[in-house]
């Protein structure tokens, strides 16, 4: 029995009816949008849910960057996209926000890919921050080599201080540590994948249910999980191997997601279709994939669909979930957390904020709700506000004052709750809650992990 019903449905482009894509602008060949582009009635819903229009008057807002841009294009072959589609965070609350089904992220996401590829010089500052910013995953794995050294490098004062002048990535943060144990190296001396085939049949055993059930799942760690918060991903392995599920980590890359945020839409691509090509395969045979990081599933399961045409991408966007709801849909987390207590040294006291990218997916109330009747634990709402860091957009120098500003409501709440321990799915959100706050942040797969495992 489950305690939860699915409550995110990936896009199915044109299902159900006869539906000629429509070129956002003319000269690309590579992007359709998906229907509804056209159906803008100007309440100025999504301009009013807008974070970053909120805290900068002179940001146009998303109706500005969608629907007008794109109507200023038809009509004029020669427009050039606006810089200012370069402000947009890629937050996506004005997807959410939009009577009409206005596919208003996607068309920013195309309208920045062509603003960097068309208007934007591949020989400025600006491009090449933002593309050090995009391929993370590039800089994580040069530092995983040497972890140490790359700690006390990457928050050298002088260092940071000649990042910020000559590169424009701001020195008012802390870089996040790199763990000395990547995720797969933990995982490869976990026996990979025949150890846990072994580890889930016995749990399988210890539940009464079949040794040899189809419970099976293929993690998408994404960068974070797998260079800085180790933790999480061994926390999820541990809390679906508990119920009985083999897990597989396959090859991957990047999710895409700081690359869509920076218009970098051939880099993602490039990580698309590897992520695409190990995970169709994977599905094809029973697998499901679980991502821990909402903006990796959001990626996985709404943006590969809407901007890349990759064989087998349908089928990946529809099997694909974020972690805790994915257990919430198939077992009874509930109940099995009403008989458990928490062990060790986590903390008791939470301050949930749910990333704007789990509120795209409709997860923006299932840590709360999933946690009440845990025993001697509190697991506080902080509200619906935007974190404000949104993946790279934080670290600019030009935009980290905007980010506080957004970020300023959150952490006033987070600062009204008991404890001094935040919770969330998305490890941007972590660090800007640690930034404004300084609590430690956790990811509810690591109190399930206390309270069902450990
Ligand atoms: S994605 Fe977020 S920042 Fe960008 S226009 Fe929409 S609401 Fe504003
Ligand atoms: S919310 Fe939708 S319909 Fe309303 S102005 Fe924005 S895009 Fe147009």
Redesign the pocket.
């Known amino acids: 029995m489950s305690d939860a019903e699915r409550p995110f449905e990936p896009i199915e482009p044109n299902a159900g009816e006869d539906f000629e894509p429509v070129d956002v602008f003319p000269d690309s060949t590579d992007f359709d949008l998906r229907p509804g582009a056209d159906?803008?009635?100007?309440?100025?819903?999504?301009?009013t849910n807008c974070p970053v229009a909120e805290v900068d008057d002179d940001f146009p807002g998303?109706?500005f960057q969608?629907?007008e841009q794109w109507r200023l294009k038809q009509q004029d072959d020669d427009y050039g996209v606006d810089e200012s589609v370069m402000d947009c965070s890629n937050c996506m609350r004005?997807d959410s926000?939009?009577?009409?089904g206005?596919p208003?992220s996607q068309m920013h996401n195309t309208a920045r890919g062509e603003y960097v590829e068309e208007e934007m010089s591949k020989l400025s500052v600006e491009y090449w921050r933002n593309r050090i910013l995009a391929n993370y995953r590039t800089s994580a794995w040069l530092a995983s080599k040497a972890p140490r050294l790359a700690n006390v490098a990457m928050n050298f004062g002088p260092a940071r201080w000649l990042m910020e002048k000559t590169m424009g990535i701001t020195s008012e943060r802390d870089f996040p540590a790199f763990a000395t144990e990547t995720f797969r190296e933990w995982w490869e001396r976990k026996g990979a994948a025949a150890g846990s085939r072994e580890r889930a049949q016995e749990h399988r055993e210890r539940r009464g249910e079949p040794r040899d059930a189809d419970k099976r799942v293929a993690y998408f760690h994404g960068c974070y999980a797998n260079y800085n918060t180790p933790e999480v991903g061994k926390s999820m392995v541990r809390v679906f191997e508990h119920f009985g599920y083999e897990v597989v980590v396959p090859e991957q890359g990047c999710s895409g997601t700081p690359m869509f945020a920076n218009g970098m839409l051939s880099d993602a691509r490039r990580h698309a279709e590897v992520n695409v090509s190990s995970f169709a395969d994977l599905v094809d045979q029973g697998y499901d994939a679980i991502a821990s990081c909402t903006s990796c599933s959001m990626a996985l399961r709404q943006e590969y669909p809407e901007l890349f045409d990759i064989d087998g991408i349908d089928d990946v966007a529809k099997h694909t979930f974020e972690s805790v709801e994915y257990l919430r849909i198939h077992e009874d987390l509930r109940e099995e957390l009403r008989e458990a207590d928490v062990d060790g040294d986590l903390a008791r006291e939470f301050a949930y904020h749910a990333p704007c990218h789990a509120r795209n997916q409709g997860l923006e109330r299932q840590a709360v709700e999933l946690f009440r009747d845990l025993d001697g634990v509190d697991v506080a709402d902080v509200g619906d506000s935007c974190s404000g860091i949104s993946g790279t957009y934080g670290w600019k120098d030009e935009k980290y004052e905007k980010s506080m500003a957004i970020g300023e409501e959150m952490f006033e709440h987070m600062e009204a709750t008991e404890g001094e321990t935040g919770m969330t799915e998305c490890p941007t959100c972590a660090m800007q809650m640690e930034h404004g706050t300084g609590y430690e942040i956790r990811h509810p797969l690591e109190l399930l992990d206390a309270a069902l495992v450990e």
């Open positions: 159906s803008c009635y100007k309440c100025s819903a999504c301009d998303p109706k969608g629907p004005c926000a939009c009577p009409s206005v208003l």
